[in-house]
């Protein structure tokens, strides 16, 4: 039960907030009382929301409103603008997130009372989401264990959804990370994503995340080894030969051909990927692999493949990292294994066996 100090800050907080000259020390001496006397099975009230998105602010987490599990604010440009908030307006999604208190006194007590708290993982942790909704998912969680043992313990958020679904926290390794060796029902959310933060309010079940207080953790070694991407051994170096007879193939070039004459429904729909519009192929188009935990897994930007998720068989593109797929490089990889030279010769040998 919130005592009555408590209560009297819960009034008085957006009182404050809206103040004319917004005291920022006073209001968070009043967040932090509201936060300390919260308890699961309190009402999350805007107040309690305020309160909650004041503290993490504080303390360096970056956040944004939510409506539910997506963002609230209206999106500032069409689908594929490369603006990431450059232009100082809201509307970018996990970009808009920010430590600034003026902002999130903005959000959370004037334009967007009672709104879920997003936070957009730090630079230096990784978010390790297991849902048991899915298909082979305690399967694979059994297995995990039988080999490995416990995961050490960390800060969790447990999901609102009420289902055993978990947000671990952990230290992020250097490289680039992949839940694709986990198995069925694990996705991991690094800088490029966001996770929804307690005390929000599940849409589906009505009830609020809860967090499981504990120091960020580094991962096990076993852990490490399975979800950072093996660095590619450098290629073979070609002979002079092998140079002269591809410069002579480059002017009728397999992939170019099939770029221009293929859909990018004819090279995902087959494994299962799915789009959410009308045209596959327009610029801006949203795509969703099978297993996806997300509303977009990778868009169609210039006529190229950008994947988002790190789940699937592609590289994942992030921030100062883009990496877009041809249609060519993709059907190789989802086919032929792959995007190094062999795997792209067995592909076009495979296309030029189709079309004689």
Not at 214 to 219: L, N, V
Not at 295 to 319: D, I, K, M, N
Request: proline content about 8%; charged content about 20%.
């Amino acid at each position: 039960m919130i005592c009555d100090e408590s209560a009297y800050h819960a009034d008085l907080i957006f009182e404050l907030a809206t103040a004319e000259t917004v005291n920022h020390n006073s209001l968070l001496d009043m967040a932090y009382v509201i936060v300390f006397h919260y308890s699961v099975g309190n009402p999350v009230t805007p107040a309690v929301l305020l309160a909650h998105a004041l503290v993490y602010a504080d303390n360096g987490w970056e956040i944004f409103p939510l409506n539910g599990k997506v963002p609230t604010i209206k999106k500032r440009h069409p689908h594929g603008h490369p603006c990431k908030g450059e232009c100082s307006q809201d509307g970018h999604g996990l970009y808009d997130a920010t430590t600034d208190l003026d902002t999130v006194i903005r959000w959370w007590a004037v334009e967007r009372i009672g709104a879920n708290i997003g936070i957009r993982v730090p630079e230096g942790m990784f978010v390790l989401d297991s849902d048991p909704r899915k298909p082979g998912h305690a399967e694979a969680a059994a297995k995990l264990h039988a080999e490995n043992g416990s995961l050490p313990n960390t800060l969790i958020t447990v999901s609102g959804r009420c289902d055993g679904g978990i947000h671990r926290y952990y230290r992020r390794p250097p490289g680039k990370l992949t839940a694709k060796n986990l198995g069925p029902g694990y996705d991991i959310k690094d800088h490029s994503g966001y996770v929804v933060a307690p005390p929000s309010i599940h849409p589906d079940s009505g009830q609020p995340y809860m967090a499981v207080d504990a120091e960020i953790a580094h991962p096990p070694r076993w852990l490490t080894d399975l979800i950072v991407t093996k660095a590619p051994p450098p290629p073979r170096q070609r002979t002079t030969a092998e140079i002269t007879l591809a410069a002579r193939r480059s002017s009728e070039s397999v992939a170019n051909q099939f770029c221009a004459t293929t859909s990018w429904a004819d090279i995902l729909t087959p494994h299962g990927w799915t789009h959410t519009g009308n045209d596959p192929d327009a610029d801006g188009a949203v795509w969703l692999h099978p297993t996806a935990t997300t509303t977009c897994s990778a868009t169609v930007r210039h006529g190229c493949l950008f994947v988002y998720s790190t789940s699937t068989q592609f590289e994942p593109t992030a921030t100062g990292d883009t990496h877009g797929y041809t249609k060519f490089r993709a059907y190789s990889v989802l086919n032929h294994g792959g995007e190094e030279s062999q795997h792209m010769s067995e592909a076009a040998q495979a296309l030029i066996r189709k079309r004689q």
